[in-house]
């Protein structure tokens, strides 16, 4: 509770509303799924266990590449940042942009081609496209920090390590918080497209409206992801809050 009294007006704001949002639009949406006349291939696809199941197999794709992205992302946006490494962060910034301009489904397919399909290659392409948002707020995050703080550390005694975990990373923390966000979000939406693979995921109920011109299972599938994705930017938000140090908040 101290951290939310310390938040941002825009964080309280959007802590408070996206979860009552993100609420009336499921519920408006179970209203009309209780009350609207589906034919069978409709009906058979909306109902509460396999939306559930969907549900589920989206979340776990989001969860997996996240623990991916951050695992590897953070560490190499440090290892960027030290004395001896920084004149690489040109280089590996512009293949990580290479990277994200390509169009996802691309990705995905072609991984896919490469691989073969299944959740796995699902997670390996949408780990490799929500990479470069992390990366780039780490080593924004640490760069940022003032030099005469971390001279100050290095004078009062303090090793390398020490630096890094008591003053650099403390410091640049909501920066890289942003980042975590913004990947979770694209993670989301970009997970829609894990079903053109076999992964699962409610971008299901999108490919099969699209190709069942099916409007109800379109809409209802889009409905779910967007709600998914404000959801998970609500869980950014909140994670945000809790991470960052007290003094900066």
């Known amino acids: 509770m ?3 009294r310390h938040a941002t007006r825009e964080d309280r704001l959007l802590l408070f509303g996206l979860p009552l949002f993100v609420g009336l639009l499921l519920i408006g949406w179970a209203i009309w799924r209780s009350s609207a006349s589906l034919d069978e291939i409709e009906a058979r696809l909306l109902t509460w266990q396999n939306i559930g199941t969907l549900t589920w197999e989206h979340l776990l794709i989001v969860v997996v590449c996240a623990v991916l992205v951050v695992g590897t992302a953070v560490p190499v946006g440090i290892l960027l940042t030290r004395p001896g490494t920084r004149g690489a ?3 590996v910034l512009g293949v990580a942009n290479a990277g994200q301009a390509a169009p996802v489904v691309g ?3 072609l991984l896919a081609l490469l691989l073969g399909f299944g959740f796995w290659v699902a997670v390996l392409a949408l780990t490799l496209y929500a990479f470069l948002p992390v990366l780039a707020n780490t080593i924004t995050g640490l760069r940022g920090v003032e030099p005469s703080l971390i001279e100050a550390a290095r004078g009062m005694g303090m090793s390398g390590t020490q630096v890094l975990l008591r003053v650099e990373l403390p410091i640049a923390i909501p920066v890289i918080m942003t980042g ?3 990947a979770l979000v694209l993670l ?3 997970g829609a ?3 053109f693979i076999d992964a699962g995921g409610l971008g299901l109920l999108i490919q099969t ?6 409007f109800s299972i379109l809409v209802s599938g889009a409905l779910l992801v967007a709600a998914l994705a404000l959801a998970v930017e609500w869980v950014g938000r909140l994670l945000e809050v809790i991470v960052k ?3 900066l908040a």
């Open 2 to 4: 101290n951290r939310l």
């Open 89 to 91: 962060i040109g280089p």
């Open 107 to 109: 990705v995905i397919v």
């Open 180 to 182: 975590v966000r913004t």
């Open 188 to 190: 989301v939406g970009a």
């Open 193 to 195: 497209f894990a079903s």
């Open 209 to 214: 409206g699209i190709l069942m011109f099916r």
């Open 245 to 247: 140090p007290g003094g």
